[in-house]
């Protein structure tokens, strides 16, 4: 099993960044794919982006590439989700997650979520 436990979150003015972490623990994060979720008010859990286990290939939503930006330190059992450029509409609680190696936007594991607020 992995254990999730992101951090990072909060309110920042549009326009501005924020680096979001997510801690696992458990022996087998390693051999994970892992990604970044997000639900905003009112909306569906979507998919934000994905990386392999070691990092060879990244994966973003159509509508979120550029902003976005994941990575991940194996050595630290953390997996990072820089977004910057945010806009009001980035608004969500983001869920770190243990992916499926077939299907990296569906999840084995979920973190608890961090949530963040973007002002206009």
């Known amino acids: 099993q992995v254990q999730l436990v992101e951090s990072g979150g909060g309110l920042v003015q549009a326009g501005g960044s924020l680096r979001l972490s997510c801690a696992a623990s458990?022996?087998?994060?390693?051999?994970?794919?892992m990604g970044w979720f997000r639900q905003a008010p009112g909306k569906g859990r979507e998919f934000v982006a994905a990386?392999?286990?070691?990092?060879?290939?990244?994966y973003y939503a159509d509508s979120l590439k550029g902003r976005f930006t994941i990575s991940r330190d194996n050595a630290k059992n953390t997996v990072y989700l820089q977004i910057n450029s945010l806009k009001p509409e980035d608004t969500a609680v983001y869920y770190c997650?243990?992916?499926?190696?077939?299907?990296?936007?569906?999840?084995?594991?979920w973190g608890q979520g961090t949530q963040v607020t973007v002002s206009s």
């Open positions: 997650a243990a992916v499926r190696t077939s299907n990296m936007a569906k999840a084995e594991y």
């Open positions: 458990g022996r087998t994060f390693s051999s994970y794919p």
């Open positions: 990386i392999t286990w070691n990092s060879g290939s990244t």
